[in-house]
């Protein structure tokens, strides 16, 4: 069986003397050091401007030299080409998520990253023309302040989620629910504790979120019946008011 090790060497030997691929980098788990048995590849790869859609397909057919693909999505954008494929031959938890881009398409502001980020760092592989740089990341309180205000708002207008559970209609109430208090909830928690990341909504919130708030936003998610929805709307008004101090301190 393939180990993720010896698929990241393959790959970088076979890009990195092409005169068009500028820079490869691992994200992800690797990026921010917390690879385990479980984790994805996700690989990045700067190249020339008239290659972003065709060296994917290339690295996709020299995969092919060490592995049958049994399962392959692609997404192909103007700024952005990526194939998310599985090998038979690893782990089934080892998919491999391939970008390609292009500094000549989307600039470099999208390679220059926040030191210590918590989410987003790259493991650099090589860097022929210092494609990837580095920042310290500035709170911008406005931002804060608007983003927090849209979502407590959201929260109030929790009438969208009493029409439906007084019409006992559960499939609605469940996706108003989710969309006007849940998810607002977490992203004003993502405000106090991750603010540069404030729209990831439930994306790694297990590790980015001290371990007792999010045991106070599972509970939110943890419905059955249109009687928990409306049991958990009170209980939301008291997260909304405590989480509001908070962010204000």
């Known amino acids: ?29 690797d990026g921010v050091n917390s690879v385990d048995a479980y984790s994805d590849i996700d690989f990045w790869f700067d190249v020339d401007k008239e290659h ?3 060296f994917l397909y290339e690295c ?19 700024d952005i080409a990526q194939s998310n494929i599985h090998l038979s031959n690893t782990s089934e938890y080892l998919t491999l998520d391939i970008c390609t881009q292009s500094h000549e398409i989307r600039g470099y502001d999208v390679t220059c990253y926040v030191r210590d980020d918590i989410a987003e760092l790259p493991f650099i592989l090589f ?41 006992n209609q559960y499939l609605e109430a469940y996706a108003k629910y989710i969309e006007n208090v849940a ?8 405000l106090i504790y991750t603010p540069r990341h404030y729209d990831y909504v439930l994306c790694h919130i297990s590790t980015h979120l001290p371990k007792e708030v999010v045991t106070e936003l599972e509970s939110l998610y943890k419905v059955t019946s249109l009687k928990d929805i409306e049991n958990n709307l009170e209980r939301a008004m008291l997260l909304l008011e405590k989480y509001e101090k908070k962010l204000n301190q």
Do not use: C, H
């Open 1 to 29: 069986m393939l180990s993720r090790n010896e698929i990241i060497q393959f790959l970088k030997e076979f890009s990195e003397n092409k005169p068009y691929v500028n820079a490869m980098w691992l994200e992800g788990a």
């Open 52 to 54: 972003q859609e065709t």
């Open 60 to 78: 996709i057919e020299e995969l092919k030299k060490i592995g049958t693909i049994d399962s392959r999505v692609d997404d192909i954008r103007t």
């Open 127 to 167: 860097d022929k023309i210092n494609i990837i740089s580095f920042k310290d990341f500035q709170i911008d309180l406005e931002e804060i302040k608007y983003v927090f205000e849209q979502n407590k708002n959201r929260i109030l207008q929790s009438s969208r989620v009493k029409k439906y559970i007084k019409r």
């Open 183 to 190: 998810n607002p909830l977490v992203t004003i928690a993502r």
